[in-house]
């Protein structure tokens, strides 16, 4: 099954349930200052789950284009992405539990075709503010997954929320895949890294109050989330989502490129940071971002910037980022139809990479040497190195980060108090000079 399909598979799973399609949102988010990007379907509809009316109805259901940065440093390994599709559906104050597992249990098992020997769940086990979710496993139970593979976890794996300080939350309960072909446990282990989550339900009847106590709302809620991403890779056998229809044109052009394999161990790091911090771009650039000093603009400049340096190390001295992002929008059978803003914008995507590209490249190579000097002299960077390195050569500080531990990772430089600060304060790099 490839992306398209399963997007498709899902949507239309929960239209014949009465749910109407709603678009994706921006990546950028409307009239809230507490974070710069979507990092799920539910923040644009915080306001719905409140009580408001939401113009099309109670039960909704879409395809969200999301971006993460807390786990950027990770990308790189086989599953972590900064930009990532996530499949969701929507009760409103409507449905409840008793519709929802059977409706989960009936897409994972005949819409997927997922064996049943091959699932598990996890509930909440209950404390102080929420009692233990005994009804959640007694439906999973009557759709047939056993007591040993339903297991009770904490608040920290077992709720959502709130986005916020304050606002709407809720247990919820996790669906589990065995993605490996030894025989399926009889009972379920959480930390066995073969079961991987592939679905959960959020089951939101709670607010959260600036005392931070718990109340009930005035209606129960349902939120879900299924990452693309990883879904189609766990449903095609890999333990490697770059080895899906998703990345494969990008990997490939990577590899004509740079002459390269993406099967050498080497060089897969590379690659997949490339991979992903491309398309990654393409999107923020079709929702109105340019790369800048702050904010989701020094996000975007973060991200181009270290593919330069990446594709560096796989011996691409020359531009190259216009033509992986245009591998990006060649992907018609992934975003054909869903995304309009990409061909709107195709243009001044590519013109906006390929001038940050030139803007970077007149000063890598003199940075790196720089970097090179102060690790042949063996010594830590300095805050005032750090200033030097990002003004004169544009380096942010996370890069001058990466690239000390990559000579030197036995004397990493990621405790240093100024460059955490750097690293950490959109306010100091607000007034740095371009």
Request: aromatic share 10%; glycine share 6%; with cysteine.
């Amino acid at each position: 099954m490839n992306a398209r399909e399963l997007k498709n598979k899902f949507v239309n799973f929960f239209v014949s349930k009465g749910h109407i399609e709603i678009p994706s949102a921006s990546l950028i988010p409307e009239n809230d200052p507490t974070t710069l990007f979507i990092s799920a379907g539910i923040q644009p509809l915080v306001p719905y789950f409140l009580g408001r009316k939401h113009p099309v109805g109670q039960r909704l259901v879409n395809v969200q284009k999301c971006v993460r940065t807390i786990d950027i440093d990770e990308v790189g390994d086989q599953v972590h992405h900064t930009f990532f599709e996530m499949l969701g559906n929507w009760s409103l104050g409507d449905y409840f539990k008793k519709e929802m597992i059977p409706w989960s249990f009936e897409f994972l098992t005949k819409e997927l075709n997922i064996p049943i020997d091959k699932l598990a769940v996890s509930c909440f086990a209950g404390d102080n503010d929420a009692p233990k979710d005994d009804e959640t496993a007694l439906l999973w139970k009557d759709q047939g997954i056993p007591g040993s593979r339903i297991a009770f976890l904490p608040k920290a794996n077992n709720w959502w929320g709130p986005p916020g300080i304050t606002g709407p939350c809720g247990s919820d309960t996790e669906m589990f895949y065995w993605a490996n072909n030894s025989p399926t446990p009889k009972n379920f282990d959480p930390k066995n890294s073969n079961w991987v989550e592939i679905w959960n339900d959020v089951l939101i009847q709670y607010l959260k109050n600036d005392k931070g106590e718990f109340e009930k709302l005035v209606q129960n809620n349902i939120d879900t989330g299924m990452g693309v991403e990883r879904t189609v890779a766990v449903l095609n056998g890999f333990s490697d989502n770059y080895l899906t229809d998703i990345w494969q044109p990008i990997i490939k052009k990577i590899e004509e490129i740079s002459g390269k394999s993406y099967s050498d161990p080497q060089y897969q790091k590379a690659f997949r940071i490339v991979s992903d911090h491309i398309r990654a771009s393409v999107f923020i650039i079709s929702d109105g971002i340019e790369p800048s000093n702050k904010e989701t603009g020094y996000v975007l400049r973060r991200l181009i910037r270290r593919s330069i340096r990446q594709g560096k190390l796989l011996g691409i001295d020359t531009n190259f980022i216009a033509q992986i992002a245009q591998a990006v929008l060649d992907n018609q059978n992934n975003y054909a139809g869903t995304y309009s803003e990409l061909n709107q914008n195709k243009d001044k995507i590519l013109s906006i990479l390929d001038s940050e590209e030139n803007k970077f490249r007149k000063t890598l190579t003199r940075g790196l040497n720089e970097i090179q000097k102060l690790i042949e002299r063996n010594k830590n960077i300095t805050g005032r190195e750090a200033f030097t390195l990002y003004e004169s050569f544009g380096f942010p500080v996370e890069m001058i980060q990466e690239e000390f531990y990559l000579k030197k990772p036995e004397n990493p430089i990621s405790s240093n108090p100024v460059l955490c600060l750097l690293a950490n304060s959109a306010q100091v790099w607000q007034i740095i000079p371009k």
